[in-house]
């Protein structure tokens, strides 16, 4: 660029800054010409001209339509020309003072707040927390629901030319009438929308009816609903907050489909895709907040979960967007119901509407196993026997005594195979060089003497689905919650015998007494159960995992609820019981010995099975003889 184009440059900057400078207006100017703007405005709006003399007295702006200026520095008639700019027909609702309202009955004991006509928190008065202080020790508070600051109930009006505005910045009129409390937000002209709350007399229920009045016109719903905005933040209720917050979560039930839920073990969401609904709750692992449709359905809904850390003073955060149904019409009424309360079966399942399934028993076949056997048993017995822990003691009694067919077949087993053992340790000290043969005359012994191997194998295998059903039985009931039974305080959390000062990786900065008895019983078991065993054809490590595999789910059990693992010791310490007596004086070990030689002279018909797995060991003892040939050959040509 050369020196006469940018003289040229320079000259056009410095013309354009007179140019600004002389044209630029001086504040009283630039004072009145927003007067005027804003007059046009206020007159376009229909504000009385006295008012906008009072707004220009007190040197404050007019508010646009976004505006979020504070309405408490204004008078009283400046402030509502703000809420009508913010809030439209529902501008008269936007001024009051927050007051709190109460229904309470023999159960609960509900707040109420008339700005946002909703529930400010519910008292459980027959339940309590019970979480450990800094020592550890078991600290009990008041148990409360949906008392977070932050939780959110607001309807979101559509409102013609003001846009989208909630039910949570509206201050309603309130009536109270009994166990009967009604909130109303006036809209001018006898239009309003109503929130009515009735508490049943002894109950967890609530009668929650919402009515549109003359709002038809005012309102421009998409798709003919107005949406329901609910955010619950989950707090903290039970000692073990690592199963809490994996038994807590959003469920919903499609109209015309079964229950689902968000993702219990992560971040999750569901959407209804525009189905009907009948019902959402937000659920902790014993208590829910539920919101029904008492005869209409929803329209949709949409469910979020966020996932919260051991740090945060929440479990998890519940987000569910509900479309409630909105004709338009002059007067429209949607009932529900609402139920905050305890995760009781009866009481949920008498909705008819499968609120019970929130109970996370299981969705498969332990699931069935749990709503249907073990639920309804536990019920019977406890109605005879107060003590949680002696039901459980009950229960394991009654179980092993079902099973002791199946057991005293596996016992009896047990024995043949004992009986045994000194003839099959001669064959192995014969062929103690060639491990092929040595698994063949096995194979033959067993048939030759009417030895099944497997036979104690069956009792084991019946009684897994009753564990795995109790594994999500217990942290799942709420009768356990809070039951204590000898050194434990709540037989639906960790029994924490020896708090530590330290924390062991797996295992945590607690010990939990019922589990170590029942790895130390497991140990004690197994080593008396298998000293008869032959264990000279298998892996050295086969022998010693079974060892070590309870030692390992020690980690696992530690924090678990304390009645799974009082369970499994009292079913450790039966199991040791009925051995030791069958053994002892059931079984005549003189008459078996006295069967296996019966059974030797018996003429012997190959089972399938056997056949086959006979045919294969000798297949494979012909090839390891063949490869050793061939290895012999191949060393004498070196040589």
Known sequence: MDKNNIIGMVLILLCLMAYLQLNKKSPEEMAEMKRVQDSIRMAEQGIDPNTMKEIEKEGLNVPESTTTTSTAELSDSARQVVLNEKLGIFGAAGNGTEEEHILENDLMKIVFSNKGGKIKEVELKKYFKLLPDSTGTDVQSVLKLMEDQKDKFDYVFPVKGVGKIKSGDLFFDTQKSGNTITFRANAGNGKYFEQKYTLSPDNYELDYDIQFVGLGDALSPEGKTVELQWITNLDKLEKSSYYERIYSSTYFKPADDDPSYCSCTSDGEQDADGEPVAWVSSSNQFFNSSLMT?????????????????????????????????EGGATETFAMKMYIGPNEYERLEAFNNELQEIIPFGRSVFGTINRWLIRPLFGALSAVVGNMGIVILLLTCLVKLVLYPLTYKMLYSQSKMAALKPQLAKMKERLKDDAQAQQVESMKMYREYGVNPMGGCLPIFAQMPIWIALYRFFPASIEFRQESFLWATDLSSYDAFFNLPFEIPMVGSHLSLFTLLWAVTTVLYTYYNTKHMDFSGQPAAMKYMQYVMPIMFMGFFNS???????????????????????????????????????????????SGFGARMEAMLEEQKKKAAQAEAQAKKKKKRRK
């Open 294 to 326: 008492d005869g209409k359905p929803f329209a949709s809904a949409f469910m979020t979960t966020k996932m919260l850390t051991d740090e945060d003073e929440d479990l998890k955060i519940l987000n569910s967007k509900i479309q409630i149904p909105f």
């Open 560 to 606: 678990y609820a304390s009645g799974l693992t009082a369970y499994l010791l009292f079913s450790n310490v039966f199991n040791i019981g009925q051995t030791l007596i069958t053994k002892n004086f059931i079984i005549d070990q003189e008459k078996i010995k006295l069967e296996l030689e019966e059974n030797k002279k018996k003429p012997k018909k190959k």
